[in-house]
């Protein structure tokens, strides 16, 4: 599959920090999602983007799907303890193709 | 929470013994999809099918099968279990028609092989 790169792979911050982490690819996707883990859990869907230069939010998430289509970053705004978990963005190539995810950025939360 | 079951959810097997998992769905969506997470390289595409008895191979197939008789089954088969094998392994279910709407997960079989 398309390799995708997620940086940074681990985030450490107190309670109200801001957060931006992004993902990069050498190929160009239609669509880029990203997903949140809990412990023990499947990922959930927070936010998908389907055109190039798109920037949707999801309460304290924003999101934005690269002009090049070859990147996607998320931001969350003043964290709180709940967003500890795994994050993972997934790019796909076309409607019914497989997703491919990055590698996850873990994310901890200090109140 | 979407119709999507796994089971079992934990699992500890020895090493050489066939294995299957199982993954069952209730929302009639024509694409599932095997996925297995090992720290370090994210989630990695084994299997997927896009309608009953279609089937295809994804980037870590090698040691798996997969089957579809039913709409709502997707079975991941190990065939001879290997030490390499022990990850915890995710289904997941979509329905693409039109605007992608992103997939749905199962809660993942945790599986040990000794």
């Known amino acids: 599959g398309q390799q995708l790169n997620q940086s940074p792979q681990s985030m450490f911050i107190q309670e109200g920090e801001d957060v931006s982490m992004n993902c990069t690819s050498s190929?160009?996707?239609?669509?880029w999602l990203w997903y949140k883990q809990d412990p023990g859990e499947g990922p959930v869907l927070l936010i998908a983007?389907?055109?190039?230069?798109e920037l949707t939010s999801n309460g304290r998430l924003t999101a934005q799907f690269g002009i090049t289509r070859k990147d996607s970053f998320l931001n969350i705004s003043a964290s709180i303890p709940s967003d500890v978990g795994i994050y993972f963005c997934?790019?796909?190539?076309?409607?019914?193709?497989?997703?491919?995810f990055g590698k996850g950025t873990s994310l901890l939360v200090t109140p | 929470d979407a119709g999507i079951t796994q089971s079992p959810r934990h699992k500890v097997t020895e090493t050489g013994t066939p294995v299957t998992l199982r993954c069952h769905q209730t929302?009639?969506?024509?694409?599932m999809y095997w996925y297995r997470q090992d720290p370090g390289h994210g989630l990695r595409l084994i299997h997927y099918s896009y309608g009953v008895k279609d089937t295809d191979k994804g980037e870590v197939s090698d040691g798996y099968s997969v089957s579809r008789s039913k709409t709502e089954d997707f079975l991941l088969t190990l065939e001879s279990a290997t030490s390499s094998q022990t990850s915890v392994y995710f289904c997941?279910?979509?329905?693409?028609?039109?605007?992608?709407?992103?997939?749905?997960f199962g809660s993942g079989t945790r599986l040990t092989v000794v």
């Open positions: 997934a790019g796909q190539l076309r409607s019914g193709y497989a997703l491919n």
């Open positions: 929302e009639n969506h024509r694409y």
């Open positions: 190929s160009i996707f239609n669509t």
């Open positions: 983007l389907y055109k190039a230069g």
């Open positions: 997941a279910i979509s329905e693409s028609v039109g605007f992608y709407y992103g997939y749905t």
